[in-house]
């Protein structure tokens, strides 16, 4: 069984998607970008994409469909993350924090409550800026998480 990530690329920030196409070539390990949009992707027999119908969830259904379990799962999506742990996968956000058994449902409920605020304008908007020290916690958990499944 070979070890897979996927991306749920439609909200995926650009330099996440640089640092996954630099991991892929460096440690080979086969990335693929699932969205309802093209994707350009750097030529590389470990990168590919798959368009999907536009639609709610399409993507994330897609993911689910094909996740085996042990892959990786690059996504901001929570309800997305919680499938993926379910089906045996792993999750990372893009800000380089690991979706768990132990954590999910905290998160579920957080974000939960996060809607209902801003449904009834006691909060706007929505995460912080992505930055430097985001892309480099990401870069590491990605980093932990292909040295244990990868032979590189």
Known sequence: MTF???VDADACPRPVKEVLFRAADKRQVN???VANQFLQTPPSKYI????VPSGFDVADNE???RLQVGDLVVTADIP???E???KGGRALNPRGTFYTPENIKDHLN????LDELRSS????GGPDSYGKKEIQAFSNALDRELTKNTKA
């Open 121 to 124: 304008g006691m909060v706007s």
């Open 4 to 6: 897979q990530v996927w």
């Open 84 to 86: 993926v742990i379910t």
């Open 80 to 82: 997305l993350a919680d």
């Open 48 to 51: 590919s994409s798959i368009q």
């Open 63 to 65: 993911i689910v469909r």
């Open 110 to 113: 957080r974000r939960d409550i």
């Open 31 to 33: 990335v693929t970008l």
